[in-house]
């Protein structure tokens, strides 16, 4: 949900995400949030999704996952899958609220330029490797690629 990090001090509550409620011992689920962009023109290889993040807590892992497919002018959108999904573990920031980056490669060959790229990013609580408790707050979710 967009919401304010949690902190004391929080006087930007800008629209970031809060993947759980609270600075407790968080649900194993699986709880993200859809996207679509499109494929810039200069599109080429070696892409990766960034989410920046922070917690509330500074112990365990965190799943972050970026599930994919890209549609071209002509195609219909009524599709029933991804075309890949990625994930990576990441540990927790090690001191509460600060920020933290981690990086997601995916496969360029699936799209070109002028695609749309519909997109469903979670934190993946059900994956055995996320172990961290607490909140996680989502910033920022960036795609980069190289010319």
């Known amino acids: ?4 990090i949690l902190g004391t001090n929080d006087l930007f509550g800008h629209g970031i995400w809060r993947f759980g409620t609270s600075t407790s011992i968080q649900l194993p689920i699986k709880t993200g949030f859809y996207g679509a962009t499109r494929i810039p023109p200069d599109w ?4 990766v999704v960034v989410p920046q993040f922070t917690a509330t807590s500074t112990t365990g ?3 972050w996952a970026f599930q994919y497919r890209c549609v071209a002018d002509g195609e219909s959108l009524d599709q029933a899958s991804f075309q890949e999904s990625a994930s990576t573990t990441v540990a ?3 001191t509460i ?5 981690a990086g997601i490669p995916i496969s360029s060959s699936n799209c070109v330029p002028n695609d749309i790229m519909e997109w469903y990013f979670t934190r993946d609580g059900t994956d055995g490797a996320d172990t961290g ?3 996680s707050i989502l910033h920022r979710l960036t795609l980069f690629y190289k010319k």
């Open 97 to 101: 609220y600060n920020l933290t980056s």
């Open 92 to 94: 927790n920031p090690g």
């Open 133 to 135: 408790v607490g909140t």
């Open 1 to 4: 949900e967009p919401a304010p």
């Open 61 to 63: 892992n965190v799943v």
């Open 44 to 47: 080429a290889t070696s892409s």
